[in-house]
């Protein structure tokens, strides 16, 4: 059971470029997420999903598009990067109330 | 607007002290709070959660106290390791699913 599993660990992008990152978990659940942390800003949330084929917006999903097509995947792709979505990226499922992370995508958009 | 606000930003403690930890929300809709711990390059962990119609809970060394007419609830921890150094988390959601996260606290345990 490898839980939730993001890739790439660690991307540099040029402004502009496009690029999705990767996030799946085995665990069956129905609702994901992805929060972007940011220094003195904690995780906000930018997109989250309850099922396969339903999403929607959270506080910050300017930039980014979603989609799940399936209960596992639930990919984050940014279309024109740029410095201000210079972040850590986490995804994370729930079951009820606890909601599992993944180790993080670091992102430098220069 | 930050919904939760959440202070210290940073705690230095020494090894069997009691760091406690504040966060105050506004929505009064929210009725989970969860704490998270993470440690440097990973994601966070559920470390425990409260709901509005407690004024505490106990986990192990951990405890939330909850106060619901003045909007804040905090994270003790009693007798407080070198391990538990780490990023503290608070946040609220209604339904537990939208989470909202305060800022942050970045607790260090001297030995």
């Known amino acids: 059971n490898a839980g939730v599993t993001q890739t790439p660990k660690f991307q540099v992008l040029k402004t502009g470029q496009s690029m999705t990152l990767q996030c799946a978990q085995d665990?069956?659940?129905?609702?994901m997420s992805w929060y972007r942390q940011d220094p003195g800003m904690g995780l906000r949330l930018i997109h989250y999903?309850?099922?396969?084929?339903?999403?929607d917006q959270g506080e910050v999903p300017n930039g980014y598009n979603v989609s799940r097509s399936t209960t596992e995947d639930f990919p984050l792709r940014l279309l024109s990067a740029a410095p201000s979505q210079t972040s850590v990226y986490f995804c994370?499922?729930?079951?009820?109330?606890?909601?599992?992370f993944g180790p993080g995508t670091r992102l430098l958009v220069l | 607007q930050q919904q939760v606000k959440q202070s210290p930003q940073s705690l230095i403690v020494q090894k069997g002290g009691i760091p406690i930890i504040n966060c105050a929300y506004e929505n009064t809709a929210f009725d989970y709070f969860p704490w998270y711990q993470q440690f440097p390059g990973k994601g966070p962990a559920l470390l425990i959660a409260?709901?509005?119609?407690?004024s505490e809970k106990k986990e192990g060394r951990f405890t939330i106290s909850f106060n619901k007419s003045a909007k804040q609830f905090s994270l003790h921890i009693m007798d407080s390791q070198p391990g538990d150094s780490a990023t503290y988390f608070c946040?609220?959601?209604?339904?537990?699913?939208?989470?909202?996260f305060g800022q942050g606290t970045r607790l260090t345990i001297n030995p």
């Open positions: 999903s309850v099922g396969a084929g339903i999403t």
């Open positions: 409260i709901r509005p119609d407690v």
């Open positions: 946040a609220a959601a209604q339904g537990a699913q939208k989470l909202v």
């Open positions: 994370a499922s729930s079951y009820f109330e606890t909601q599992y």
């Open positions: 665990m069956n659940h129905e609702y």
